[in-house]
């Protein structure tokens, strides 16, 4: 049974900082591609970034440049670092796990998902 499970969320000020993390509980971790998801109240889920096995990462444009996306494969976990927070990211992040390789922007072509963990930016 694969396992995600998110941590490193909470309420901060808008133009801060967050980083969250996701474990992964399967010895495969190092083959599937990562992404992260995010759904605010009201709205669908939307992506966020991914990032390959490799390590080549990818990201919505609302994100680029504050957002960073790593992988440790040798802890099974992938981060979402969160730089220059603004209140429109208040959100729940889900992080998600595929065995498909490339850019993965559907929520569909995920297999696993973790629990999710709320940010919560203020202004």
């Known amino acids: 049974q694969v396992q995600l499970v998110e941590s490193g969320g909470g309420l901060v000020q808008a133009g801060g900082s967050l980083r969250l993390s996701c474990a992964a509980s399967y010895s495969t971790f190092g083959s599937y591609t990562m992404g992260w998801f995010r759904q605010a109240p009201g709205k669908d889920r939307e992506f966020v970034g991914g990032?390959?096995?490799?390590?080549?990462?990818y990201y919505t444009d609302s994100v680029k440049g504050r957002f960073t996306i790593s992988r440790d494969n040798a802890k099974n976990t992938v981060y979402l670092q969160m730089n220059s927070l603004k209140p429109e990211d208040t959100a729940v992040y889900y992080c998600?796990?595929?065995?498909?390789?490339?850019?993965?922007?559907?929520?569909?072509?995920?297999?696993?998902w973790g629990q999710g963990t709320q940010v919560t930016v203020s202004s």
């Open positions: 990032i390959s096995w490799s390590g080549t990462t």
């Open positions: 998600a796990a595929s065995s498909y390789a490339g850019p993965l922007l559907q929520s569909r072509l995920y297999d696993y």
